[in-house]
Every structure is written in C-alpha cells, then in structure tokens.
C-alpha cells in the first residue's frame, strides 16, 4: 500500500511564508512526477506545481515567483516553499505522485494524499 504523507500546513499571515511536505511510503519501483494541486472551498481542484523525475519543474501561472517545488535527497520527497502568501492562497493543499510503479512491470497509477490546510488571514 503506497501512501503519501503531508504535513506543513496551518495559518499564516499575508505575505508570511508556509512550507509543506510530502513523503512518498510502501513499495515504489518509480514515480513519474510528484506534484502539488489546492482546492478552495466551492472552487474545483487544480495544479499548483510539479516536478518530474529528472527534475523538470512546472508551475501554475498564479504561484509563479512565489511557490518553489523542490526533492529532498531521499527518493519521493518533495517540497513546496510557499512565499509571499495572499489570502487566495486558502485552500487544502494535495499531494500527487502520477506514474507511480510499484515493481518494474506494474501498471502506472495515481496516488493522492490526504490534504493540508493552508489558511491565510489576517
């Protein structure tokens, strides 16, 4: 069973900065990309930024200059340092690993984790 692990969320003023993080746990042979996506309340959900296995980033244009996606050393770790905070940033924030192969010949699937509020506010 492959779970995703976040943590890093909670309440921050505007401008102030969060960082959240994410653990990829179980049997992995390999994972595409790991990203993150938000969900506000009443909005549907979508991508924040990504980062592929050879290190290619990708970013919404509403977080551009402000959110970096980075991997830790361990394997299936990542990263997103959340900078300059506004309060349309409030949202549950989603871990996403695509592509994710337990064993060399195993079907490609998606993980999601659990979400983590991030709520900014005066």
């Known amino acids: 069973q492959v779970q995703l692990v976040e943590s890093g969320g909670g309440l921050v003023q505007p401008g102030g900065s969060l960082r959240l993080s994410c653990a990829a746990s179980?049997?992995?042979?390999?994972?595409?990309?790991m990203g993150w996506y938000r969900q506000a309340q009443g909005k549907q959900r979508e991508l924040v930024a990504s980062?592929?296995?050879?290190?290619?980033?990708n970013y919404a244009d509403f977080v551009k200059g402000r959110f970096t996606i980075s991997r830790a050393n361990a394997k299936y770790t990542v990263f997103l340092q959340m900078d300059s905070l506004k309060p349309e940033d409030t949202a549950v924030y989603y871990c996403n690993a695509d592509g994710l192969r337990r064993w060399w010949n195993d079907r490609a699937q998606e993980v999601w984790g659990q979400g983590t509020l991030v709520t900014v506010s005066s």
């Open positions: 179980g049997t992995i042979h390999s994972i595409d990309a």
């Open positions: 980062i592929t296995s050879g290190g290619y980033t």
